[in-house]
Structures are given as structure tokens and as C-alpha cells.
């Protein structure tokens, strides 16, 4: 039973456009989002994250949208680059379970040159 | 400043053998949390401690126990293992293990099972 959905497994985009991964969650106890940027051979890197109370979290080309009522996320990068090639999880926690983080299966982003 | 580090990088075991995967937290860090990620899906958690004490538990079978040092370091074993325990473990660490401190990944370590 997948609580945090990453429907998309890949998306491919060029050099200098937009990149918005999707995120769906299920769990209506979930307070707290976070997206984390992983490279092969390496561990998960903590990009941003937001807060229910909140709609909209921005820094720097990572901005990260919350729409409580559709139970959806999103993480736009603008201007995409060929460095943020790499697969995204989505991850997401309740005040109740500390720090137990839920992730998606996570999607695969290429930026090409 | 060094990040959390796992050792071994790898390790091959066969089926029914125990394993005892290792890891140092970030300086200052005192919540150690332990995760599985199979080929293809996210990173699922196992364990979180915090203060050498658990503080939470995934849904894994027995086999897998972990614990806490003094100096905060973890250790996660997983007894009688299974075909199906062959996967990448990971250990993140935050200060306190609130849910609004991002927790920081360690590379891993890419266990397999013969």
C-alpha cells in the first residue's frame, strides 16, 4: 500500500526549461514534506521541504507547491540543469511518527544539454 | 565536516548467515534512523533511535535488530537472511530526530544475498 505516490518514473527535459516532479500522497496524517535528490553510488541528498501549514516553499530554482485538499506536491526547477540529472524521491511525515520519513518510489530526471 | 558514514560499502552473505551493517552519524547528531531500499523503490524505514533508544520501528520481521552506542553510532544486525533481504541499507542522522530537521544519508551499504 504505496502512501506517498510517484506516478511518473522518468521525465526527460531540455537544458534551461522547467522541471515539475509530481508527488500524491494518501495519508491524510501527513504534516511534513520533503524532497531529496539521490546520484548513483550515493546516498539521498535533502533538496527542500515544506510545512502543512504552508502552500509554497522556494530556494533558489527549487520551489515546492502543497495542495492539501488534493493531497498532491509538486517540486518545480527553474532553469533546469544537466547537473540536477538524477532520481527524486518524494518523502513525506507526521508530527505523531518524529522523524519516520514515507517515500515514493521516486522519478528519474535527465536534463539534456 | 565529515557526513554520515556506513560501513562496508558492500558485502555479500549467503542465506541463513547473519550481518552486522555500521554507522557513524554527523558530529553533534544524537537520532541515528536505519532504511531499506530495494532495486526500484524508495527507501522504507526500519529503525530510529535517538538518545541509544528506540524511538520507532517499520514494519520488518524480528530478524532485524539495531542499537544505539554512547557515542551515538548505530549498528543494525539482520539474522537467518533471506534472498529477499538483498538491498542498498542506509542510515541518515538529525540533531534530535524532530520531523523538522531534514535527516542527512549516508552512501550506503549494498548488502547481498547468495
Known amino acids: 500500500d504505496q502512501q506517498v505516490k510517484q506516478n511518473s518514473p522518468s521525465l526527460s527535459v531540455q537544458e534551461g526549461r522547467i522541471s515539475i516532479l509530481n508527488c500524491d500522497y494518501t495519508?491524510?496524517?501527513?504534516?511534513?514534506f520533503l524532497w531529496y535528490k539521490k546520484y548513483p553510488a550515493e546516498g539521498p541528498t535533502f533538496l527542500i521541504s515544506?510545512?502543512?501549514?504552508?502552500d509554497k516553499n522556494e530556494d533558489g530554482r527549487f520551489t515546492v507547491f502543497l495542495n492539501k485538499s488534493a493531497k498532491h506536491l509538486s517540486l518545480h526547477i527553474v532553469p533546469s540543469q544537466p547537473g540536477d540529472s538524477a532520481v527524486y524521491f518524494c518523502?513525506?511525515?507526521?508530527?505523531?511518527?518524529?522523524?519516520?520519513?514515507?517515500f515514493g518510489k521516486g522519478i528519474t530526471l535527465s536534463v539534456r544539454p | 565536516d565529515a557526513g554520515v558514514t556506513q560501513s562496508p560499502t558492500h558485502l555479500i552473505k549467503t542465506r541463513g548467515q547473519q550481518v552486522t551493517l555500521r554507522c557513524s552519524p554527523i558530529?553533534?547528531?544524537?537520532?541515528v534512523s536505519w532504511y531499506q531500499q530495494v532495486l526500484g523503490q524508495g527507501p522504507q524505514f526500519i529503525f530510529q533511535?535517538?538518545?541509544?533508544?528506540?524511538?520507532g520501528r517499520g514494519n520488518f520481521p524480528d530478524r532485524f535488530s539495531a542499537r544505539q552506542f554512547p557515542n551515538y553510532s548505530s549498528e543494525l544486525n539482520v539474522n537467518a537472511l533471506l534472498l529477499g533481504d538483498s538491498a542498498l541499507y542506509l542510515c541518515?542522522?538529525?540533531?534530535?530526530?524532530?520531523?523538522?530537521?531534514?535527516?542527512?544519508f549516508g552512501d550506503g551499504t549494498r548488502l547481498s544475498i547468495l
Open positions: 558530529s553533534g547528531h544524537k537520532s
Open positions: 495519508n491524510s496524517m501527513f504534516d511534513y
Open positions: 518523502a513525506a511525515s507526521d508530527t505523531g511518527a518524529n522523524s519516520k520519513l514515507t
Open positions: 533511535y535517538y538518545e541509544k533508544e528506540e524511538r
Open positions: 541518515a542522522s538529525s540533531l534530535y530526530g524532530l520531523i523538522n530537521q531534514p535527516q542527512h
Open positions: 515544506i510545512s502543512s501549514i504552508k
